[in-house]
């Protein structure tokens, strides 16, 4: 198994308070991406990054950030937290991101509930 | 803008047949295909890819058909097992944006 440990794996927490997950990898893979899980979305892509210091958006950005500082560490940052952010989220690894094909390599999630 | 879709959110087979998924795509830009599976409480789990240039891959009791002119590609599950009992993804991307795209997943019980 991929060396993914994604912190903390559930939480629970209030209307506007920020949160801020982590995903720690061990494979020095260059590529790493974070995901929200909803019914009937299947998995839909937050942000990426392809180096250190170096993100992108994906397709459902609006209200997150990210940073990554380390190449082990990657984090997702949910400023002032909405119901409509609850979700369960995965963070993903690769080696290389584009020009090959290769999968990517999910952590075990964190199951976060706005209330 | 789903650009991959899974239709049959859920499958029920019994165990020793064959399980066929399905999963269609609009994006003709994509020219990787892969297929994951996942527990509840884990996250996906990588089980077989398929390039725009094959049309099948195989992998022990899992294979991949793809149609491209159809947009098309379905999973081959041959004999089910109680352990495939998981929900399948369907995901693609294109060799230069690297991103991938999902659909939304067919959930598969296998029944004694």
């Known amino acids: 198994d991929a060396g993914i440990t994604q912190s903390p794996r559930h939480k629970v927490t209030e209307t506007g308070t920020p949160v801020t997950l982590r995903c720690h990898q061990t494979e020095n893979h260059r590529y790493m991406y974070w995901y929200r899980q909803d019914p009937g979305h299947g998995l839909r892509l937050i942000h990426y990054?392809?180096?250190?210091?170096?993100?992108d958006k994906g397709e459902v950005s609006d209200g997150y950030s990210v940073s990554r500082s380390k190449t082990e560490d990657f984090l997702l940052t949910l400023e002032s937290a909405t119901s409509s952010q609850t979700s369960v989220y995965f963070c993903?690894?690769?080696?290389?991101?584009?020009?090959?094909?290769?999968?990517?390599?999910f952590g075990d999630g964190t199951r976060l509930s706005i209330l | 803008d789903q650009q991959v879709k899974q239709n049959s959110p859920s499958l029920s087979v019994q165990e020793g047949r064959i399980s066929i998924l399905n999963c269609d795509y609009t994006?003709?830009?994509?020219?990787?295909f892969l297929w994951y599976k996942k527990y509840p409480a884990e996250g996906p789990t990588f089980l077989i890819s398929i390039s725009s240039i094959k049309d099948k891959n195989e992998d022990g009791r899992f294979t991949v058909f793809l149609n491209k002119s159809a947009k098309h590609l379905s999973l081959h599950i041959v004999p089910s097992q109680p352990g495939d009992s998981a929900v399948y993804f369907c995901a693609a991307s294109a060799r230069d944006w690297g991103k991938l795209q999902f659909g939304a997943g067919t959930q598969v019980v296998v029944t004694p």
């Open positions: 993903a690894i690769s080696k290389q991101g584009t020009g090959v094909e290769q999968p990517q390599h």
């Open positions: 990054s392809y180096g250190v210091k170096d993100t």
């Open positions: 994006n003709s830009m994509f020219d990787y």
